[in-house]
């Protein structure tokens, strides 16, 4: 019955039993063509779910079942060991580590599909893995193409494995995905699939719709660094930094190297302002080589210039430039310059970063302290406003975000601490509006431009915080006209 029910652990338990009665050599000839059937669907099984599978397609190869099979066992076979790997076991690496055999099974494809199309439809093996196949390699199998993977449910309604296999073919087949904890509910993997449908929806809350089925996956199979790395990444998504550091950590157990973990886990060390930790992370991810390196120096770079190291920071962010153009990296360089007084390479800088994303108010706020800094005024008032239009729009989208925090389905606490974050977020996006504001006046004064400084100087009289400062510049100018 374990095998019948077709969940990872009821696989890997009917397994164990298969092996202790085949060692006793009891009912050899009825058990051997079970386990070889058991074997490759755990290979199948660990491959969607990011697990070694290898050793699986090793222990069917060595069952001695070729003579009650023939040449259905090699086809099986083959098919369990073309099948692609979940790419979050191996993170951006994965494309390297097995682009050859991904290749080869692609072009082998066609003909595996074919010979599995003629195999009885009775067979719950050969039926799992055509529709496996059909989903991974369906760009390269022309008979494929308008294959509805449903069909084969028409030998086995409700068979939980192939609902389950079906349903992890895409969203369109979510329904045969929740059916199958219906007819099985160990089926814990199926909750990683839904997990990742849910963060393919258009629900406005599909980030904290996505947490529960991939924290229930992870539970249910903590040895996946697959399963672990996904749901860190929705922990930092949300902003619940030390969740998401203990699944980066989890994930970095399992595999020390895997380059997403650790990026991630520099991420978080940062968020969290544990500078030395994120130092140390993204150090070593820069010696590993290869994948995120611009990253790496960044966060390498933004951690040193919080610990006030600006000449360490200027070097890190140097590295970055010639390997991550992104609008953050033109903004760091920015900002180290102007710490550093060097205010025309700050300008350069922080104008690239703005060409980059022209909502990066980080980079608007800096560019019109540096404008100052220059003493180009003008430029530094229309600079400021722009910061204080970019802000305005900040505030909107955290607005937004607010409300669908407070729609969202999560645990009371978390959603009490999330709408705190964001409340804050919100004010600090208004503080920066006034800000923007008064410097904005200030500048158009100088100028001097009243005309333009007097809607600026309104507004920053509305921040509490700034009122007295734009009081006393309002009495200023009352004074000269």
């Not at 039993?17 to 070889?36: C, I, N, S």
């Not at 494309?95 to 067979?123: D, I, K, N, V």
């Not at 979510?174 to 059916?179: D, F, K, T, V, W």
């Not at 814990?188 to 258009?202: I, K, M, T």
Request: glycine content about 4%.
């Amino acid at each position: 019955m374990l095998a019948a029910a077709g969940c990872y652990r009821c696989l890997k338990d009917a397994f164990a039993t298969y092996e202790t009665l085949l060692a006793a050599d009891f009912q050899r000839e009825q058990l051997l063509p079970r386990a070889y059937d058991t074997a490759l669907l755990l290979a199948a099984r660990e491959k969607e779910l990011g697990l070694p599978a290898t050793p699986w397609i090793e222990r069917a190869t060595h069952l001695p079942i070729g003579a009650l099979k023939g040449e259905d066992a090699r086809l099986l076979i083959d098919v369990a060991d073309g099948l692609p790997w979940n790419r979050d076991r191996f993170g951006p690496e994965s494309a390297q580590q097995f682009g050859e055999q991904t290749r080869e099974a692609s072009e082998r494809a066609r003909e595996w599909y074919a010979a599995l199309s003629s195999l009885s439809p009775t067979s719950r093996v050969a039926a799992y893995m055509r529709v496996a196949l059909a989903c991974e390699y369906r760009s390269h199998i022309l008979d494929a193409k308008n294959f509805d993977p449903t069909s084969v449910l028409s030998a086995h309604p409700d068979d939980a494995l192939l609902l389950y296999r079906v349903g992890a073919c895409g969203r369109d087949y979510q329904q045969q995905l929740e059916r199958t904890f219906d007819q099985e509910p160990r089926f814990v993997e199926a909750n990683y699939f839904l997990g990742l449908y849910e963060l393919g929806s258009q629900h406005s809350d599909v980030v904290w719709r996505a947490i529960e089925p991939l924290r229930n996956a992870h539970e249910g199979i903590p040895e996946s660094p697959a399963l672990a790395v996904q749901l860190a990444a929705v922990y930092l998504a949300t902003s619940q930094f030390e969740l998401a550091l203990q699944s980066y950590e989890h994930t970095l157990t399992l595999m020390p190297e895997h380059r997403d973990a650790l990026l991630g886990k520099a991420m978080v060390q940062s968020y969290l302002k544990r500078h030395a930790e994120a130092i140390a992370t993204a150090t070593e991810l820069v010696d590993l080589g290869t994948f995120h390196i611009g990253e790496a120096y960044y966060w390498r770079a933004w951690n040193k210039y919080h610990q006030q190291q600006l000449d360490a920071a200027r070097v890190d962010i140097e590295d970055a430039k010639k390997r991550w153009y992104h609008t953050d990296v033109f903004t760091l360089d920015g900002i180290i310059a102007y710490d550093r007084k060097e205010l025309e390479e700050a300008r350069q800088s922080l104008d690239v970063a703005l060409r980059l994303d022209a909502r990066n108010c980080e980079a608007a706020w800096f560019l019109g302290l540096t404008y100052v800094g220059l003493e180009r005024w003008p430029d530094g008032g229309d600079t400021f406003v722009r910061a204080r239009s970019c802000a305005e729009g900040a505030e909107r989208e955290l607005k937004s975000t607010l409300t669908r925090i407070e729609r969202a389905e999560m645990a009371p606490n978390i959603k009490a601490r999330q709408i705190a974050a964001q409340q804050k977020s919100i004010e600090e996006s208004q503080q920066t509006q006034g800000t923007a504001a008064y410097n904005a006046a200030w500048c158009y004064v100088k100028v001097p431009d009243l005309a333009r400084a007097k809607p600026q100087l309104d507004r920053a009289l509305q921040d509490p915080d700034m009122k007295p400062s734009a009081e006393e510049l309002l009495a200023f100018l009352n004074k000269q006209h």
